[in-house]
């Protein structure tokens, strides 16, 4: 089971890591971060400050953008080309296929996000700032946000088209950041409809605040050790959630 | 065909119920370990959570870098430091009535955005009452004014912080003489910059500048901020002039009152004046004092 899972995994990496997507995404990541000493003269005092923004944001958004553009096709892919016969006839079940796949991809988002991080250091050590191994927090954090959306993206992947499900999985993204807002905003609302809905959204769709701890880790503010081991829990308790629903429609497709 | 060549009947054999079932089972078991797991993380994170990205705004020296990140997006990153300052007035107002970054946050955002004529007026009223910084506040006006010289209401809100907590009449005069001449001025303005030189720490002219703070505002929070000031210049009013009856009293009799009904029954005053908080007015060794604690005066 597990080595049939690994063999998917492994599979899914070899294919993502000669998508050009991939490497595009990959190259402009590590040229906006270079951007960042550029803008260095307009920082007024902030150098350090900035390029460790810019260099960690970096590293999420263009993970996001890989999650979302590889991920949204992983599945679709397999069954425009037909391979997933070929892949199903060979005593691989479904399930295994969906998390296999998803492994996969996030073996390449570990990769992707490894790379960066060491051209992150690298930028910071040219700049003239002492970099610092707490940054690591965030970067690691970053990685269980993408626990979240790659699940979400490879749901959506098992029963749309890769352009609607990279569009629906950025919908999720950006909602998932801005959850607390409506919610906050929503207690305001006289309705009590608004607030019912507005609660049950609230714990529905992913939180994705949970995993933003940038600003705190470049202000070497101390961090609760509680709330990182819970927001990554939730991290994988969410994305089991969300890959055993895209286990259950890929099931009831017809191959 | 089968069924006739094997001579069974064929049933199709489908998964049973439970197999069905289990997947969604687990799924609903995802969402309500996720449910559990977000009130945990809420718990945890409960102090501060509010004011996290608030406090990633005091970290900028200022709203100059904010100006140039935002690129094109000025307007918009404004509008979203604002709705930030709203909650964060908001959180502070319920809790600890501490506004340690208001003055910072307003700057940014009126940096931000510079024709933002409702976030000088909100900021610069709730920086003089609430957050104390009344100087504070004129200079972001001031700077505001340089910005929009056709805003009535920057020097008229300059003004009446001038008159009201700085008690500077001459620039208060100055400020409402300058948004009288201003387009769309409102009219009370000509009127207020007479006032002001004539009638200068007046009750009665503080209470009707405060009723046409309220009547010219749609925004909740500064209405509920005129009230608390309402109510606290009805103590102060209650204050004086019951001191000064008892002042009156001692002058005429050579003696304190016993007590302030005795002010009342020797007709130094009509009656003892309402306490709006709640509590009452007494007297401590020739001195006017209420019940209520400091606390307690929102």
């Known amino acids: ?255 | 065909m089968v069924e006739e060549i094997t001579g069974q009947s064929h049933r199709p054999v489908g998964p049973g119920r439970l197999a069905l079932m289990l997947p969604v089972v687990l799924v609903l078991w995802g969402f309500v370990g996720v449910y559990l797991l977000q009130l945990a993380i809420d718990d945890t994170r409960r102090q501060g959570v509010q004011e996290r990205l608030i406090e990633e705004l005091a970290y900028f020296p200022s709203g100059r870098f904010l100006r140039q990140a935002a690129v094109e997006y000025q307007a918009v990153a404004a509008d979203f430091v604002w709705l930030r300052a709203i909650q964060y007035y908001g959180h502070h107002l319920m809790t600890d009535r501490k506004y340690e970054w208001l003055g910072h946050v307003f700057e940014i955002l009126t940096t931000l955005d510079e024709r933002f004529i409702g976030a000088y007026h909100f900021g610069a009223m709730t920086l003089a009452w609430d957050a104390s910084e009344p100087n504070q506040a004129v200079k972001m006006l001031v700077d505001g004014m340089k910005a929009n010289p056709m805003a009535w209401q920057l020097p008229f809100d300059a003004g009446f912080i001038c008159y009201m907590q700085l008690e500077d009449y001459e620039a208060a005069s100055e400020f409402f003489r300058i948004a009288s001449k201003l387009p769309d001025a409102w009219v009370v303005a000509e009127r207020w910059a007479a006032v002001s030189m004539t009638k200068a720490g007046r009750a009665d002219i503080a209470r009707q500048m405060w009723l046409d703070i309220y009547h010219g505002t749609e925004n909740r929070a500064l209405r509920a901020l005129v009230l608390r000031q309402l109510r606290h210049l009805k103590l102060e009013e209650g204050l004086a002039r019951l001191q000064q009856a008892v002042d009156q009293f001692q002058e005429a009799k050579g003696r304190l009152p016993v007590s302030l009904g005795e002010l009342v029954r020797a007709g130094f005053i009509e009656k003892i004046p309402e306490e709006p908080y709640g509590g009452r007015f007494f007297l401590d060794g020739g001195q006017v004092r209420t019940t209520t604690p400091p606390t307690r005066r929102e």
């Open chain 1, 1 to 255: 089971m597990a080595a049939r899972v690994w063999a998917l995994a492994t599979n899914t990496f070899r294919e993502a890591i000669r998508d050009k997507v991939l490497l595009t995404l990959l190259v402009f990541a590590l040229l906006v971060m270079g951007s960042a000493k550029v803008i260095q003269p307009l920082a007024l005092g902030e150098e350090a400050k900035v390029v460790q923004d810019m260099g960690l944001a970096a590293i999420t958004l263009f993970c996001v953008l890989i999650a979302v553009l590889v991920g949204g096709r992983l599945v679709y892919k397999e069954v425009e080309k037909r391979t997933i016969y070929i892949v199903l006839a060979k005593p691989v079940r479904r399930w295994e296929f969906i998390v296999g796949k998803y492994v996969g991809l996030m073996l390449v988002l570990a990769a992707s996000m490894a790379i960066m991080t060491v051209g992150l250091y690298l930028i910071l050590f040219l700049t003239g700032v002492r970099p610092s191994a707490y940054l690591l927090v965030a970067v690691v954090m970053s990685l269980f946000e993408l626990v979240v959306v790659t699940a979400v993206a490879i749901l959506f992947s098992t029963f749309v088209t890769p352009i609607a499900s990279a569009v629906f999985t950025f919908a999720i993204y950006f909602v998932g950041h801005l959850s607390r807002d409506l919610r906050m905003l929503a207690a305001m609302s006289p309705s009590p409809v608004v607030k019912v809905l507005s609660q049950f959204l609230y714990y529905v769709l992913p939180n994705l605040t949970n995993f933003n701890v940038r600003g705190e880790v470049v202000h070497n503010v101390l961090l609760n050790p509680q709330a990182l081991i819970l927001a990554a829990l939730y991290a994988l308790c969410y994305a089991a959630t969300a890959l055993l629903i895209s286990v259950l429609v890929f099931s009831r497709k017809d191959f």
